[in-house]
């Protein structure tokens, strides 16, 4: 790959390395389990990133943090407003608290409680909307003009892509050049930023897109070789239930993704299963996408695997309903 090609990103490895630096001593350095069942099922090392145990308990407070921290003082005092289906929404609103930021979340009526709760208790106002017949884009645009709100993305937003990216930034700087990683994705920002630490300091590495069946926008968009909008997903995985990629995302992940791989909701729950049997933590549906495609056989490699398992942000009835009806 040359200069020029990655000049042409909207995201630069340098500006993934300028993210971790933000996020030094504020994000936490998340552990890398391993599994010698999971090496034998896959044969090959296979490198757990738990973005289960990040701050809000997903990745998502990496991109928020990076983003909130790059605006100027005038710009926090005004406050800022995102939408959300959950994880996005509490990193937000802990990142603006950290900050001295206040903020407004536009999140769904059928969030789940625990994410509903744990954004409220971070000091920020919520404003429901119903999923399926609002438009959260123009709620939150709305918001921002009437307020003079600052609009923070869920993905597509180049600040956000390159927060993302540094959890595999941290996983490749211990575990070495990998062969092979694998990434929930959503939006496509955590995708985008992965794909583009990954691709310079692991050359060669194949970055694979995991989506769950009922939600494969990002997997038709790059068969089409454009933006292909689906309508919205009805899946276990709300995190990932996003009816079509961003434009910055696509325009890095159709470059950088060696290709998407689709998991069904069954396959989810044991996943989401496996994970806290065999490994001892709790994973949301879509932070067990990558361990589903995984533990189905439907990726391979003969050399080290990196996966980013990306939330566990599932409250106690889900989970055990999950665990008990599967």
Known sequence: MTADYRAALPVSAADVRAAAERLRGVAHRT????????????SAPVLL??????????????GAY????????????????????????????????????????????DTPRLKLDATAGYGAEIVPYDRYTEDRDAISAALAQERGLIMIPPFD??????????????????AGPLETLVVPVGGGGLAAGCSVIATDLSPGVRVIGIEPEAGDDTYRSLAAGERIAVPVPHTLADGQAVPQPGELTFAINRRLLDSIVLV???????????????LKIVLEPSGASPL?????????????????????????EQFARLIMES
């Open 31 to 42: 552990p890398v389990l391993r599994s010698r069942t999971l090496d034998q099922i896959v």
């Open 49 to 62: 990133k738990c973005e289960n145990l990040q701050r809000v308990g997903a990745f998502k407070f990496r």
């Open 66 to 109: 990076n983003a909130i921290a790059r605006l100027t003082p005038e710009q926090r005092s005004r406050g800022v407003v995102a939408h959300s289906s959950g994880n996005h929404a509490q990193a937000v609103a802990l990142a603006a608290r950290e900050l001295g930021a206040s903020a407004v979340i536009v999140m769904p009526k």
């Open 157 to 174: 937003h180049p600040d956000v892509i390159a927060g993302q990216g540094t959890a595999a930034l941290e996983l490749i700087e211990g």
């Open 264 to 278: 069904s909701d069954a396959e989810l729950v044991e996943a989401v299963r496996w994970a806290y049997e065999r």
């Open 292 to 316: 589903a495609a995984l533990l189905t056989a439907k990726i391979n490699s003969s050399g080290p695997v990196g996966v980013i398992l990306s939330g566990g942000n599932i409250g106690a």
